[in-house]
Each structure stands twice: as structure tokens, then as C-alpha cells.
């Protein structure tokens, strides 16, 4: 029976040699999709110096063409992450502390994040979208789990498929058993915070990689799990019960994998994973049909660019023309919308710039700043009143906005009476109490 250790090493790359002492622990941080990895990684990369981060770019193999590019500066790595590393890449780094680290995520939640993602990324570029069931079958059943065995353990696929799922568990239980860290997508502070103090980067990273942008930039409707069918649901969890049972056993490990016992393993019923993956090609054709021909959109990413260009440099009637030609792709992108509205109104066309402002309100009702540019065109067209209220929203959405509060006291509002309306205002409620106790 073969063992985790029994894999061949990929072949020694041509290292820099030179006298300093290799020193310093150094972690390896496997970046599973949708799992909080690209916000370590960017965080890393911004704030450690050239040379003690490296992110794979590509996937190494013990019989592909190598050269000392491909791999980290060996005399100064402190950081190896990316998607593509594997547990051969230790050999570079004998008698060096090695931490590594992995970040889990609930399946059926990781599978959505990933579509809505991927979907919203194809409407940003103009390409085409296509259904959740068509996301699953594109892809391996027991996602996480294969991309563990393929990725860090570097098992091939004809030796997956002549595995059983119950050896597989076996196998990345007794690897992630020698993990530094392993947890949640939640756990990202724990682990900057962790890191962070040993390599002299600040411990608290800006998000990365998030859906918040993308849906107001595309509109894209999040497909959740509420939303799906039982039934969508339950064969998802028979599909993919390795990757189920390794995340109940693993997800909240931290930093004692060691001490993790995990729970016995009983799938419902077979993966079928030889079967499927003989006819996954068949879905990945489809998949590339739907996405590049029958729903492209055009070039969005490119038009949009050229338009935000436009606005940056001031051409405002170029930038009105080009946002509108992204809505007629995607016409459910609020933030668009706003954009659009800021265009028509530098260029002149305010009445055309509140229509647009409204759209955006509509698609996106909770976003303060969209009431805050409504009532700058509602006060453009002397309609006081209108503008009054679409401030007063803004500040109710957001209380510590000082602009919405601001443009109500140019409106004549007193203090008194914006505290009154806006209950959460604590600065204007303070300034109310005290005029009243004076």
C-alpha cells in the first residue's frame, strides 16, 4: 500500500548560489479556490519584502522543463503560496521550520461562491454564463478533496481514479495531520495575525477577491443555497461526501491539526468518480460553448476600461457613450448606472443623469452614496423637496455619512430637526440635547 511519502520530487531546479545562511522558518500556504487565500496572498505581497514572497505561477512537475525562474529564491523565501504548489517544493529548503497552511470551506458554500464568482467575472469580460448544474459537472465531484490529492500530494489523475474515496480520506487525513494551520475561510486574521508577527507585515488585511464589487459592477442575481432545490442539494452532498466529511472533520482544526481525530467516514453512496470524469469533458465543451459563443456580450472589460479612462481625463460625453454601451451588455449593474449618471451630468444632461441614478436605486436600494448623487441632480433641477428627501435617505442608510448631513444644513435644515429624523445621527442627537438643555 502506498504511502503519502511514496511520490516522486520534481527535479532539482537551478538554484543562486551564494554564502548567506539560509534562515527563517518558512510557510507554504495552498490557496484553495474561494477561501480567503488571495487576501492573505495580496496582503503578503504588498507588505513583505521583494524576494521573501513567492506565488506560484504555474503547476511544476517532476518531468516538465524546469529552470531556477520557476521556482522561489531559495536564500530569502519566507512565503510559498498559490494554487500550485505541492509538498515536493520542501526539498528546497533542508533544515529550514516549515509551516504549512490551508484554509477549508464549507462544499456546497465554496461551489456557490466559486459560480457567482466565476459568472460575475464572465459578464465583467462581455463572455457568457451558464448554470450551476453545468458548473458542477464541469468540474470533479469532491472538489476540494481531489484538488488537496492532485495539487499538494501531486497524485496523478490515473491513480485517483484507481482510488477509493476511503483511501483518500486516509490520505489527507494523515496529511493534514502534519499542517501548521489548517480551518476556515473565516480563520484569514488568525492566520495573518499569526504570520504577520513573525515576518514584520501588518496583521490585518483589506479584503480581496470579494463577490460585493462584482455584483455592482455586472448585476449578477447571487445564486444561494436557499435558492437552489432540495433535491440540488441533497445530490450535491451524496455527490460529494469526501469533501463533506473533510471539512466536519477539519474545518476547525487551527493551529492543532495534529490533535484533530477525524470522523469515520461513510459515503451514502459511490462518487462514481471514474464515471464522471470519462464524461466531464463532454460538460467542460459545453461549458466553453456557453461561455464564448452562445451568451458572449462583447467586450465589456475593455469598454468599461476606455470608459472610466474617459471619465478620469474629463471627456464626459465619451464616457456617457461608452457606460451606456456596457449597459446594453450588462444592464443590471448598478454601480454602472451611477457612473453613467456622473457622466450625463458633468456633460450637461442632468434630467437624463437622475433617470440613471434612479436605475441604480432600484437595482441596489441600500447604498447611500447612489441616494446621495440622486439628490445632487434633484437639486440641479431646483427640486428642493425631492432633494431633501434622497439626502435624508442617504444619512438614514449611513449616519456617519457627513456629506448627506451636510447637504441637508445647506438645504436649511437645523440640527434639531436632522436629529429628530435620523435617529442614529449621534453627533447631531449630542448637539440636539445640548441646544435643548441650554
Given at each position: 500500500?502506498?504511502?503519502?511519502?511514496?511520490?516522486?520530487?520534481?527535479?532539482?531546479?537551478?538554484?543562486?548560489?551564494?554564502?548567506?545562511?539560509?534562515?527563517?522558518?518558512?510557510?507554504?500556504?495552498?490557496?484553495?479556490?474561494?477561501?480567503?487565500?488571495?487576501?492573505?496572498?495580496?496582503?503578503?505581497?504588498?507588505?513583505?519584502?521583494?524576494?521573501?514572497?513567492?506565488?506560484?505561477?504555474?503547476?511544476?512537475?517532476?518531468?516538465?522543463?524546469?529552470?531556477?525562474?520557476?521556482?522561489?529564491?531559495?536564500?530569502?523565501?519566507?512565503?510559498?503560496?498559490?494554487?500550485?504548489?505541492?509538498?515536493?517544493?520542501?526539498?528546497?529548503?533542508?533544515?529550514?521550520?516549515?509551516?504549512?497552511?490551508?484554509?477549508?470551506?464549507?462544499?456546497l458554500q465554496m461551489q456557490l461562491s466559486f459560480y457567482n464568482w466565476k459568472m460575475m467575472d464572465h459578464l465583467a469580460k462581455g463572455l457568457g454564463t451558464y448554470s450551476f448544474s453545468l458548473h458542477l459537472k464541469a468540474l470533479p465531484c469532491n472538489f476540494i478533496s481531489h484538488f488537496l490529492l492532485s495539487r499538494w500530494l501531486e497524485l496523478s489523475q490515473l491513480r485517483l481514479m484507481a482510488m477509493t474515496d476511503r483511501r483518500k480520506y486516509q490520505l489527507?487525513?494523515?496529511?493534514?495531520?502534519?499542517?501548521?494551520?489548517?480551518?476556515?475561510?473565516?480563520?484569514?486574521?488568525?492566520v495573518l495575525a499569526a504570520v504577520g508577527a513573525d515576518l514584520g507585515v501588518p496583521a490585518v488585511a483589506a479584503p480581496r477577491n470579494t463577490s460585493a464589487e462584482l455584483q455592482a459592477h455586472t448585476g449578477w442575481r447571487l445564486v444561494t443555497e436557499r435558492s437552489l432545490p432540495a433535491s440540488t442539494r441533497e445530490a450535491f452532498l451524496e455527490r460529494n461526501a469526501l469533501d463533506q466529511a473533510l471539512w466536519e472533520s477539519w474545518g476547525a482544526a487551527g493551529f492543532a491539526p495534529g490533535k484533530v481525530r477525524p470522523a469515520a467516514f461513510r459515503p451514502r453512496r459511490s462518487s462514481m468518480f471514474v464515471a464522471r470524469e470519462v464524461i466531464r469533458p463532454w460538460f467542460r465543451a459545453r461549458r466553453y460553448v456557453r461561455r464564448e459563443w452562445v451568451g458572449r456580450r462583447g467586450p465589456t472589460a475593455e469598454t468599461l476600461a476606455s470608459a472610466n479612462s474617459a471619465r478620469d481625463a474629463g471627456e464626459w460625453e465619451r464616457a456617457a457613450q461608452q457606460?451606456?454601451?456596457?449597459?446594453?451588455?450588462?444592464?443590471?449593474?448598478?454601480?454602472?448606472?451611477?457612473?453613467?449618471?456622473?457622466?450625463?451630468?458633468?456633460?450637461?444632461?442632468?434630467?437624463?443623469?437622475?433617470?440613471?441614478?434612479?436605475?441604480?436605486?432600484?437595482?441596489?436600494?441600500?447604498i447611500a452614496d447612489t441616494h446621495l448623487q440622486l439628490g445632487h441632480a434633484l437639486k440641479l433641477q431646483g427640486r428642493i423637496e425631492e432633494a431633501a428627501a434622497a439626502y435624508l435617505r442617504?444619512?438614514?442608510?449611513?449616519?456617519?455619512f457627513d456629506y448627506a448631513r451636510d447637504e441637508l444644513t445647506g438645504l436649511g435644515w437645523p440640527v434639531p430637526r436632522r436629529a429628530r429624523a435620523i435617529p442614529d445621527d449621534d453627533a447631531a442627537g449630542a448637539a440636539a440635547r445640548n441646544s435643548a438643555s441650554a
Open positions: 500500500m502506498s504511502s503519502v511519502r511514496e511520490l516522486p520530487p520534481i527535479g532539482e531546479p537551478e538554484r543562486p548560489r551564494n554564502s548567506a545562511a539560509q534562515t527563517g522558518r518558512v510557510y507554504f500556504l495552498l490557496h484553495v479556490p474561494k477561501t480567503a487565500g488571495q487576501t492573505i496572498q495580496v496582503h503578503l505581497a504588498e507588505h513583505c519584502a521583494p524576494g521573501v514572497f513567492w506565488q506560484s505561477q504555474r503547476r511544476l512537475r517532476a518531468d516538465a522543463r524546469t529552470s531556477s525562474a520557476d521556482f522561489p529564491d531559495v536564500d530569502r523565501a519566507r512565503v510559498v503560496a498559490g494554487h500550485h504548489i505541492g509538498r515536493s517544493l520542501e526539498q528546497l529548503f533542508p533544515g529550514r521550520e516549515l509551516r504549512q497552511i490551508v484554509l477549508l470551506r464549507d462544499p489527507l487525513n494523515k496529511a493534514l495531520a502534519g499542517f501548521w494551520f489548517v480551518g476556515s475561510h473565516s480563520d484569514c486574521d488568525r457606460y451606456r454601451e456596457v449597459l446594453r451588455a450588462i444592464p443590471r449593474a448598478p454601480a454602472i448606472w451611477v457612473q453613467y449618471g456622473h457622466a450625463l451630468k458633468e456633460a450637461g444632461q442632468v434630467a437624463e443623469a437622475e433617470q440613471a441614478y434612479r436605475r441604480s436605486v432600484a437595482l441596489n436600494p441600500d442617504a444619512a438614514v442608510l449611513d449616519p456617519a
